[in-house]
Structures are given as C-alpha cells and as structure tokens.
C-alpha cells in the first residue's frame, strides 16, 4: 500500500531550524487549491492558515505544527572533501561520528558522512545529555555555506502499519493539519479553526514565541499544540493518538484538556475504529508550553514515535523515525471532531461538578 500524497510528499521534504523553505512552499502551494482558506505570515516566517465556512458560535480553536527537524546547516569547507557544519537540534553525541548524511544544494542531495564531533556544548541542565554543534564532515561534493543537511536516511514509505520517514518529527503533524484543512474544505465543513505553521521549535519554540509575541493568534482562542513525541512504556504506538495533557516541565489547562478527552470519548463512541489515549507525555517538551507561558489555554495531541530524533536506542545508531499510520488516521478524525463539536472548547463542560454534587447531597447525612 502507499502512502496519500500528502503524506509521501510532505515526510520527504528538506528541512532544519531556520531552513523550512521547502515544507512551507508546499504548505501554501497545497492551501492555495483550498477554497474558503487564507493564508498569512508573520514577521518571522511562520505561516497562518484559517479555514473558515458558515462558522457556528463556538470559540474556534487552533493547532500548531512545526515544520523544522533537527538538522545540519553546511559552513566552510575545510578541503576538497571537508566540510565543517553546525548541528541543530536534541541528538545526542554518540550518534554522530561514522552517521550518513545529505545536504541539499540546487534541489538535490549531496551526500556525505560525519568523521567527527567538533564542537559540544554542556546539558542545558541537571539530566540533560551534552548539546552536539558542529561536526566534521567528510562529503562527496562541495556544498556552500549556509545549505541545510539531514540524515542520510531513505524517502518516507508505509511498511504495514509503519510511516517510516527520515522525519515524522513533526512533519506527520504538519501533514495531519493540511489533511484535515482539505477535508474541511471538500466537506464545506462550517467551522472556523486555525493551523499555524510555526518555525525552528527544535531550537526553543523560536518560532512559535515570534507568532505568539506578534499576536498572530487571539488570546481567547485555545492552542492546541501537535506533535510526534517518543513513545513511553504507558503510550504506545499504535494504540491511537494521544491527548497530550503535559509534559516535562508543565500541565496544561485542565478545563481545555477536559474538552479534548470528552470530544475523543464521543469519536470512540460513533465510530468502533477510533482509539485514542490521554497522557501526560513527560519525555519533552512542546509548542503548548510556550503558548501556556503566555496565557492561552493549551493541550497537545501527538502521535507516539520510534525512534526520536532518528535515534534508534536498540541499535545505537542513526535510523528512520517511523509513528503509525492508524494513529494518524485517527488524528485527523480527532482534529475534524474538535473542530465540528456543537459546544466547542469554552462551551457547558461535562457536568463533573453536578455529578459529585448529586452524590454529596445523596449521602452527605450519613456524614452525621
Ligand atoms: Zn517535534
């Protein structure tokens, strides 16, 4: 079987932090066929995408996708073969020296191979590995400065269940986003619903705090925050995606959160082939803290990933990331769901309090 094209198109794309060129020229070449979209940047090169047809009065709500994986970015050339390239993103060191590569210079990959670990920087704090940032690289081709490397790893493919990708992280998402915007618009779904774009999160959500410092989406709008993160003994992949109620550092908005596993719970029960889970994924961080720090209320809905970062544990060496492609079926009709949902995200909640009210009043004498 084969992927949609989406999917094939978008988790083959070039990327690294700051160099997202290539996955945002097909996002907007993809929006721009859609009919009741439009589209926006912000000073900063994160692109808003708004969907809206016939919107019923709900709080609309919007996800956020990044469209970076971590990556290199070519320097000098220190030989005929030698080049020097900075490294950016969470892959741990050990991974780096004998690991394939590509950079992509004038639409094709130039391949090469990492000798070694030339500059690395300290753990960012207590418990975090050391910070790989430059490495030397022996290379086919001379490449100029400044052109984005990746992982020499093969194009995306679906394997059973399996998207195998050289990055899900968080292409998968972004691909999510533009096929429910599709399917939206095909359906002439009434809804409003927000899909930003936002840059260089595998660096410290550099992109997303540009949109949120330059107000790209209302303070009354909930952010939902999409993302692949490494699967956990307790969220596994294949079991559905996942409604994210925290991470590493924070939880998120309770209430929020409250909507988002009443609308799955809803999905599960119209439709026998939806799965989900709802945990608190404390492997990282995402896109939901930064917005949180800022006030918006926040979720996040994931996939669970193998092989984060291109870092296959088992082998020790640089492998595919793969995430499963029933769990992004069921993503997406997670996504439609919230969008559709009568009461939206700020709407009457499920009665919570009534209920354990109902059951004081009922015994509250036995209290004596
Ligand atoms: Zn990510």
Not at 21 to 48: H, Q
Not at 320 to 336: A, G, P, Q, T
């Amino acid at each position: 079987m084969l992927l949609p094209k989406v999917l094939q198109e978008v988790l083959s794309l070039p990327t690294a932090p700051f160099h997202e060129e290539a996955v945002l020229a097909v996002i907007e070449a993809f929006c721009r066929r859609l009919k009741n979209v439009t589209m926006k940047y912000d000073r900063y090169g994160n692109l808003l995408v708004r969907y809206r047809y016939q919107a019923p009065k709900r709080t609309p709500i919007a996800f956020v996708a990044h469209t970076d994986h971590p990556g290199f970015i070519s320097g000098e050339m220190k030989g005929r073969k030698a080049l020097l390239a900075e490294f950016r993103g969470g892959v741990r060191p050990e991974y780096f020296a004998g690991s394939k590569v590509r950079f992509w210079h004038e639409e094709r990959w130039i391949k090469g191979r990492v000798t070694k670990l030339t500059k690395i920087d300290p753990p960012s704090g207590p418990g975090r590995p050391p910070v790989p940032k430059e490495a030397g690289i022996e290379i086919s081709k001379p490449v100029p400065p400044g052109c984005l490397g990746m992982w020499d790893l093969p194009d995306a493919k679906l394997q059973g269940d399996r998207i195998v990708a050289r990055a899900c992280d968080d292409l998968a998402g972004v691909a999510a986003l533009l096929a429910l915007l599709e399917r939206l618009d095909k359906r002439r779904a009434k809804a409003d619903v927000y899909c930003l774009f936002t840059r260089a999160e595998e660096v410290g959500f550099v992109g997303a705090v540009g949109a949120i410092r330059a107000k790209v989406i209302p303070k009354r709008v909930p952010v939902v925050s999409i993302e692949t993160s490494s699967a956990l003994v307790s969220a596994k992949i294949g079991d559905g995606p996942i409604v994210r109620i925290g991470d590493r550092m924070v939880v998120y908005t309770p209430r929020f959160a409250a909507f988002a596993a009443r609308v799955a719970q809803d999905l599960a029960q119209r439709k026998s082939s939806f799965q989900y889970q709802r945990k608190l994924m404390d492997g990282g961080m995402c896109e939901a803290a930064a917005f949180g720090c800022y006030g918006y209320d926040v979720i996040g809905i994931c996939l669970a990933l193998g092989n984060y970062h291109n870092m296959n544990t088992k082998r020790k060496r640089i492998g595919s990331e793969w995430v499963s492609y029933r769990d992004w079926r069921n993503m997406v009709d997670l996504f439609e769901a919230l969008v559709l949902d009568k009461r939206g995200p700020t709407g009457p909640d499920d009665g919570l309090k009534k209920r354990i009210d109902k059951l004081f009043d009922d015994q509250a004498a036995l209290l004596g």
